[in-house]
């Protein structure tokens, strides 16, 4: 099948503590009241991307790339059993819970599936909003335990304020959790494995309380503060004619944040596919003869091979690629 650009229609969640700005401003269509995630890049058993246009349309991406017999995801994927990337816009209405992701050997030995190592763009915040990463200290395991049965655990760590275009990159074993009033892009292992540490005494629909998972947590959790992510340079081996920022880079993806304002001029070559999310603003994509444009809220999958790409118009959006 010929490779271009396509367009994703993402599964949604609607989480208690979800707001409704992913409907109001950046177009999600669904009769769900909150919208807390949509799921931009997703082939995984609890939501699956779904492509909106050409050949394909009305496939699932994850279907779709199960009948191409030649490589659509490229050869850095290819150390990987199954797709490796999840990609989710997240509107934080309330406090998400304290949690943790295991790693990758803990997660597939008792999940049965990967571990989350994850990075999160603030694409916007209300005034003094923050979010939880790491612990202010080390402590022990037996305080760990100790404070999250006395409740005392939110002392210990560490709250960090927040603005837009902030970014946090999130080991497996880092405890966090993203605050009210934040909206993120968030750039993960394919994994829907949480233990919930703490959670407020919140209750679900069922109106009894929502399970925590601590003693998973206590197998997994790094008792210390978050590890510094060192600052990264441009890469600009794929674009030009944009303003671009390298957001994060580790063995699961590589993330940019790009500023498009006329035309771009990129490349998506035999070693990755490549996705990206426009956050703000509108692009049409170019490729050979086929072109189609992306709103505010809009994701695109890039076939690996695709070859050279044009952005025209005016949007910033965040692309990865493995």
Known sequence: MKRYPMKLIAPLKDYLWGGTRLKDEYGKKTD??????????????????????????????????????DDMLGAHVAKFPYFPLLIKLIDARGNLSVQVH????????????????????????????????????EITKEEFERRIQDNTLLDVCNRVPVHKGDVFFIDSGTLHAIGKGILICEIQQNSNTTYRIYDYGRVGKDGKPRELHVAKALDVTTLAPAKAHPAMKTDMDIFAGADARLLASCEYFTTYHLDVDGKAYLFCGEDSFQSFT??????????GDYEVTFHKGETAFLPAGLGKYTLKGKGELILSKL
């Open 32 to 69: 769900l009241d909150i919208v807390a995630e949509s799921w931009e890049l997703a082939c995984h058993k609890d939501g699956k991307s779904v492509i909106a246009n050409g050949e394909a349309s009305g496939m699932t991406l994850e279907a779709w790339l199960a009948e191409q017999k």
């Open 278 to 287: 426009v956050l703000a603003g509108s692009v049409k994509a170019e490729a």
């Open 102 to 137: 295991p790693d990758n050997e803990y997660a597939q030995r008792v999940e049965g599936e990967y571990g989350k190592t994850e990075m999160w763009y603030i694409v916007d915040c209300e005034p003094g909003a923050s979010l939880l990463y790491g612990f202010k200290s």
